[in-house]
């Protein structure tokens, strides 16, 4: 494989016999049309993770789209791009597939792009190359005149759904009976909500309206800060590996770390057990982070002696024990940018990224500590077909596919937001 080749160009050699390796699922090489008629979040590392019976799902995109070649797609999203000039900016995150972050104007993580759309008021169109929440999370950063469209709608993400706004409303019921709601001597009241930026705007908006706040995998340790001077515990969602991993790091013992399993009274504690409590761990998780673990870490260290191992936070508290490291997608991009000398590095997150970093420093030896190709299966729906659709639908004078936050939602949810942006650490 040459260092630019892509994820799909790796699939499609490994499918017919010209490289050797694994995948996570044959319909990996199938095109997304095919796979948007399946229901369930399509092939990669959430196809076993149960989908909500309302996520949006994809209507079928004219034929033209799905039938050009990649070398035609590529020329009319160049073009269509050229044509449309400021009135359109593209975002590419940074676990999309290389055909479509070319075209991005931007590639990032989740806030670094929505925070870059805020910067262009002259754009009509924010095309968010990601997930639902994210495009959720730029509409509510961007003007209300400006239309955020997702190129697939199908493109949801398994970890947001897994706190579905109704369990979260009823749990908060639960907690604040047993709790209550008055603060404390310190004027700490007894629960304060913090959500991953993972989440759908309800969820948001549910922290905007309960004292809570939103939070980054880059900023996490900073927003529990936050909390804790303002609360006596926190429910964290629906992350629980960040979580946890980020309440290790500040001295919080495991026994203060109960677990809150929404279809089981009382998440499956007692009464004792919450009121005891430093941090309750929404029972969610990301499919793609879960996959990394302390064998593989220990096979690439056995096979690269000096090898430097770093994983997101959102992997299992034993995988981040045993790496040299963890950080958010831009702590490991920087870490791999600022290495002075070549260096080997067995990273621990999405094989998009992986690949790319790998191909952007040829110096150093990147690669995933998952030797199996398993990409994040509803990021992988973002195919350039859908991007040259909504591109060309634009110059037409047609939005399709906008994501649009209800003014309700949308203010509580800016509040949370806010409220991260204004947490400072502690000096
Ligand atoms: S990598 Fe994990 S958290 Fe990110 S979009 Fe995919 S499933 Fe969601």
Known sequence: MTPAASLELTLKDISTGRASGSMCSADLTEEPWVIDTTPGYGPGAST????????????????????????????????????????????????????????ADYIGDSFMLARAAQNHPEAEAIVFCGV?????????????????ILPNLAAGCSMADMADIDQVEDCWEQLTEILGTEPDAAGRVPVVPVTYMNSSAAIKGFCGRNGGIVCTSSNAE?????????????????????GRNTALRMGIGLDAMPLWNPARPLGNNDEQTLRDSKVILWQGFCSVHKRFTPAQ???????????RVIVH???????V???????????????????AEPTVFAIGTEINLVQRLAAEHPRHTVFCLDPVVCPCSTMYLI?????????????????????????????????????????????
């Open 222 to 242: 900073v927003v529990l800060e936050w909390a804790f001077e303002r609360g006596q515990r926190v429910l964290f969602f629906p992350d629980q590996h960040l």
């Open 297 to 307: 870490i220990e096979k690439a260290r056995s096979a690269h002696p000096g090898v």
């Open 313 to 319: 936070p959102e992997c299992p508290q034993e995988t």
């Open 383 to 427: 195919h350039p077909g859908y991007l040259a659709w909504v591109l060309e639908s634009l110059l037409e004078g047609t939005v399709v596919n906008r994501i649009a936050v209800d003014a309700e939602v949308a203010e509580p949810a800016r509040l949370s937001l806010e409220r991260m942006l204004a947490a400072k650490p502690r000096v």
């Open 48 to 103: 076993a993770d149960p989908i909500p019976l309302s996520a949006p799902r994809q209507g079928e995109i004219p034929r033209e789209y799905r039938d050009a070649s990649a070398a035609e797609l590529r020329e009319r999203i160049v073009r269509a791009k050229a044509e449309l000039g400021e009135r359109v900016v593209v975002l590419g995150h940074h676990y999309q597939r290389v055909e479509v972050v070319e075209h």
């Open 132 to 148: 639902h929440f994210m495009a959720e999370t730029a509409d509510l950063l961007s003007s209300p005149d400006q239309a955020v």
């Open 321 to 339: 024990a045993a790496a040299d490291e963890s950080g958010s997608t831009a702590y490991i991009t920087k870490a791999i940018a600022e290495a």
